[in-house]
């Protein structure tokens, strides 16, 4: 048998694992849903989300990973042998495959931005024409998906070139690119005129907006933003060498994505109070919002270039993490090489970010319950997929796992001093279980 990659310096394990967290979870969803749900209360209930359940599990994620090397399913059988545990797994790759489907529409959709952004597409438009150049434009049955299957392509080409020369190097470039724009960015925007308004959106709660359905929306948002619940962080940890802290690992990666997050707020919200128009526009804000704002700033070619080179960036480092969790799958349960498990994951996204696509134009009248392709693909992934997976990971290392085994493998043999370890039992064990399965329920209205 081949050896088993793995990352090749402590700089590829944060840039990779962190690419797959930082991405449009960050840049899109979470400002519009910080806009829609009240901001900075939103902000905060996200920011406990993130340090109780999230970080959590995000330990357990990659102490099966790295302990069981395999794919997200194979590493449940090699754990625990005999047991359906594995089952998780392969619901994190039914995950996987969902995700894809709308998240490839909204990175072809950034990568159309970006061809407007350089030909001049966006210049000189009235905030009416703005909206409906983008009506026009997603409802369209054949540009986006050509952008979409452009992007799809550019992740063939680097997943088919395996996890250190693909993934590893792709991400030791594009992350530090997308951290130096975003710093850029976060500058100027904080010389706006709105800037203290954008601010205090942000930083100052109003709690009346607070309700289940919120918390379950910041719950769905930190499990999605830190790519958790569906394995793939299972299958990045897997290629962790021997050396990599664990705990160290998903306090930096859970760091750098909380900031990131922070920082496109800092980028957005300012802008849009610049220039009085409503924070909360759903998924539309930086499609339509953000380009009229750009307009109407000084350099304005410069600016909206960069920020939709920024959320492709952003998307492609989350994409190629999505892929590889079914890739590995691919690869190593049915024996297929590593560019035929691409080709046939690549193929599958593509035909599912069709249907998602067309839900906005041709297929918009076509619903599951009463969302649109692309919303129930949204919904199921976000707010049932991954919590629910989150729940059963959470439940895996807390008790099914031997508590030695799992103490030893966080504490890298005995080599680290791990003080926080009963905390992490204890949230693994009652705090993320009860959290999540309460939650849960009273955001779908069954409790
Ligand atoms: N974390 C990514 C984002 O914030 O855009 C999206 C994502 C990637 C979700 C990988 C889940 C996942 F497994």
New binding site residues.
Partial sequence: MTKRATFTTKLGVIAATAG???????????PYETGQNGGAAFLLLYFICVLVLGLPVMVAEFTIGRSARANASRAFLKLTPKTHWYVVGVL?IF??VF?MGF?SVIAGWTLDYVYQSLTFGLADKSPEQFQTAFTQFTADAVRPIFWTFLFLSINYVILVKGVQNGIEKASNILMPVLFILLVIFGVRSLFMPGAAEGLSFMFKPDFSKVDSGIILKAMGQA???????????ITYASYFSDRTSLVKTAGTVATL?TLVAIMAGIVIFPAVFSFGISPSQGPQLIFITLPNVFQQMPGAYFWSLLFFVLVSV??LT??I??CE?AISYLHEEFGMSRRRATLILVLVCFFMSTLCSLSFGPLRQVTIGSLTIFDFCDFL??NIL?PLGGLLIAIYVGWVLDKKFVRNQISDGGRINVWYFDLLMISLRFIAPVAISLIFLSGLGLF
């Fill in positions: 797959s967290s930082v991405g449009l979870g960050n840049i899109w969803r979470f994190g995950a996987a995700i998240y499990f999605f933003s830190l790519s958790l619940g569906m394995g793939t962080l994505d952003a998307a989350s994409t993490s999505l969790v992934s976000s991954l």
